[in-house]
């Protein structure tokens, strides 16, 4: 048996994988001509003994020489069509005379992915913070009617995104802080109109009514719009971006329910039983 190669990968033209006539997948190869002379000499001479295909000094496959093989050839008999495309795979692949040389490694464990992860949620909790107290010193008691509609909101996003086992990447957080954005601005926006009510010299409760009312369609317009963004991000986007997409979609539907339905039934427990209510800390 001799260990000398007949031909290397620089006598190879090309290789691909495909079918013979019964179906059966092989790998045909051909050859530049000095290594068809080569090649069709050796063959020539030992028919019926075996040939091994070696790449990084590794055998990936033995055949049985049949015939005599010059520029072209097929190895044929191959188990499948994985099998038959690797090893055109390999016979390509060793046509390459370029080697490779380790230049520098760089390994990144998983500590800077949580570490990260981290940070963004530190982010997200300081900005909620920092939104609470703003609602709470600017709006006063009112202010207590959007935390805790705000709050509500954060925990069905979180228990959406647990029960539909979604994994809280950084476009995630990322997602959950602008949903937080949104709903300040609803209940903004909410506050806003009911001051201007009171201002025309309205009564508390009908002046939390039209406040609700002329709210409702401005909130509403603008959650569609941002939710038919979300709707391209996720059919165009990649895995992140769809994250980001889901998330953020989440928690806009959970903030019609939350800044309008929840913050006004707030409102009318506050209000209910008081017929002669003539102020509202807002």
Same mark, same amino acid.
């Given at each position: !048996?001799?260990?000398?190669?007949?031909?290397?990968?620089?006598?190879?033209?090309?290789?691909?994988?495909?079918? +013979?006539?019964?179906?059966?997948?092989?790998? /045909?190869? #051909?050859?530049?001509? +000095?290594?068809?002379? @080569?090649?069709? @000499?050796?063959?020539?001479?030992?028919?019926?003994?075996?040939?091994?295909?070696?790449?990084?000094?590794?055998?990936? *496959?033995?055949?049985?020489?049949?015939?005599?093989?010059? +520029?072209?050839?097929?190895? !044929?008999?191959?188990?499948?069509?994985?099998?038959? /495309?690797?090893?055109?795979?390999?016979?390509?692949?060793?046509?390459?005379?370029?080697?490779?040389?380790?230049?520098?490694?760089?390994?990144?464990?998983? /500590?800077?992915?949580?570490? #990260?992860?981290?940070?963004?949620?530190?982010?997200?909790?300081?900005?909620?913070?920092?939104?609470?107290? %703003? !609602?709470?010193?600017?709006?006063?008691?009112?202010?207590?009617?959007? &935390?805790?509609?705000?709050?509500?909101? $954060? %925990?069905?996003?979180?228990?959406?995104?647990?029960?539909?086992?979604?994994?809280? $990447?950084?476009?995630?957080?990322?997602?959950?802080?602008?949903?937080?954005? !949104?709903?300040? +601005? /609803?209940?903004?926006?909410?506050?806003?109109?009911?001051?201007?009510?009171?201002?025309?010299?309205?009564?508390?409760?009908?002046? &939390?009514? $039209?406040?609700?009312?002329?709210?409702?369609?401005?909130?509403?317009?603008?959650? %569609?719009?941002?939710?038919? *963004?979300?709707?391209?991000?996720?059919?165009?986007?990649?895995?992140?971006?769809?994250?980001?997409?889901?998330?953020?979609?989440?928690?806009?539907?959970?903030?019609?329910?939350?800044? %309008?339905?929840?913050?006004?039934?707030?409102?009318?427990?506050?209000?209910?039983?008081? @017929?002669?209510?003539?102020?509202?800390?807002?």
């Amino acid at each position: !048996m001799s260990r000398i190669p007949v031909i290397t990968g620089k006598d190879m033209r090309n290789a691909r994988s495909g079918q +013979d006539d019964g179906r059966k997948w092989q790998t /045909s190869f #051909s050859l530049s001509p +000095d290594g068809g002379k @080569r090649f069709g @000499r050796f063959t020539g001479d030992h028919v019926n003994d075996k040939l091994a295909v070696i790449l990084d000094n590794t055998i990936v *496959s033995v055949a049985t020489i049949n015939e005599r093989i010059e +520029d072209s050839g097929r190895i !044929m008999g191959l188990g499948s069509e994985e099998e038959a /495309s690797d090893l055109a795979r390999y016979l390509r692949s060793g046509s390459l005379p370029a080697g490779v040389k380790p230049l520098e490694e760089n390994s990144v464990g998983p /500590s800077l992915g949580a570490d #990260s992860i981290h940070q963004g949620i530190v982010s997200g909790l300081a900005g909620l913070i920092a939104v609470i107290a %703003v !609602m709470l010193i600017y709006y006063r008691r009112s202010g207590v009617n959007a &935390v805790l509609a705000l709050i509500l909101n $954060t %925990v069905i996003l979180l228990a959406a995104i647990s029960y539909l086992h979604a994994a809280l $990447t950084l476009p995630g957080i990322a997602g959950v802080i602008l949903t937080i954005g !949104m709903a300040v +601005d /609803s209940n903004v926006l909410i506050f806003e109109r009911i001051r201007e009510e009171l201002r025309t010299g309205k009564g508390v409760i009908a002046a &939390v009514d $039209t406040g609700f009312n002329k709210a409702w369609w401005t909130i509403v317009d603008t959650h %569609v719009t941002t939710v038919v *963004s979300c709707a391209f991000l996720f059919l165009f986007g990649e895995g992140p971006v769809r994250g980001f997409a889901v998330t953020l979609t989440i928690g806009l539907i959970a903030n019609i329910f939350t800044a %309008v339905f929840v913050s006004r039934t707030i409102f009318n427990w506050e209000l209910s039983g008081q @017929r002669k209510q003539e102020t509202l800390s807002i």
